[in-house]
């Protein structure tokens, strides 16, 4: 079984839409991580947490909220969902102790129309 | 100033060649440094890291770090047409810093 999941793994949603991603992992890894890939872009960090308490905003976290459930489960929401967040979604995580190397979910595809 | 910056290429190199890929970054206070691979429509996954000045190798993969220059580097040595893909160098600062990527082809 994959350490980092990712449900759903492809969706299409209209304007205005809430939509939730979720991320589970098996790691035991204390830190998580969304991003979104865009094509010339690169990996932008939307979101991150280091422990169940801890909630930070990265480079591009206007238009997103997340919820850490639990120290194995990420939640990235889009409240209203517009075309530019369109994207290849990412959730990761790492553990500090481990060197904060960063292990990845087969990532979400997302089109909003 | 982008906190980390790649040549986007793309990069091609035939079959066996050494591939070179460069990535410099801007914060100082950078401890640790990435290289991914990902392929297309895929997920990153990690090809090796380095902390310290100097060169770190892995079978056909070496990684090379000059904080001074703030500057870090991957060379693939015997480059397959299985590593074509995009590389991403990332460096934790603040935060964890993604670069655009390279593209490289390794041509059969």
């Known amino acids: 079984d994959a350490d980092v999941t990712q449900t759903p793994r492809n969706r299409i949603t209209k304007t205005g839409k809430r939509i939730m991603l979720e991320c589970s992992q098996t790691?035991?890894?204390?830190?998580m991580y969304w991003y979104r890939q865009d094509p010339g872009l690169g990996l932008r960090l939307i979101y991150y947490s280091f422990d169940v308490k801890d909630i930070n905003k990265g480079e591009i976290s206007d238009g997103y909220s997340v919820s850490r459930q639990a120290q194995a489960k990420f939640s990235l929401s889009l409240e209203s969902a517009i075309p530019n967040q369109t994207a290849l979604y990412f959730c990761a995580t790492s553990d500090f102790l481990g060197g904060d190397t960063q292990y990845f979910g087969p990532g979400t595809r997302l089109t909003v129309l | 100033q982008k906190e980390v910056e790649q040549n986007s290429g793309p990069l091609s190199v035939p079959e066996g060649a050494i591939a070179s890929l460069n990535c410099t970054y801007s914060?100082?206070?950078?401890?640790?440094f990435f290289w991914y691979r990902q392929y297309s429509g895929k997920s990153p996954e990690l090809i090796m890291f380095i902390y310290s000045n100097g060169d770190k190798e892995d079978g056909r993969f070496t990684a090379q770090l000059n904080k001074a220059s703030q500057y870090v580097s991957l060379l693939i040595r015997d480059s397959q047409p299985s590593d074509s893909a995009t590389y991403l160098c990332?460096?934790?600062?603040?935060?964890?810093?993604f670069g655009t990527g390279t593209s490289l082809t390794v041509i059969p």
């Open positions: 990332a460096v934790t600062g603040n935060q964890f810093y």
């Open positions: 914060d100082r206070g950078s401890q640790s």
């Open positions: 790691k035991g890894h204390d830190r």
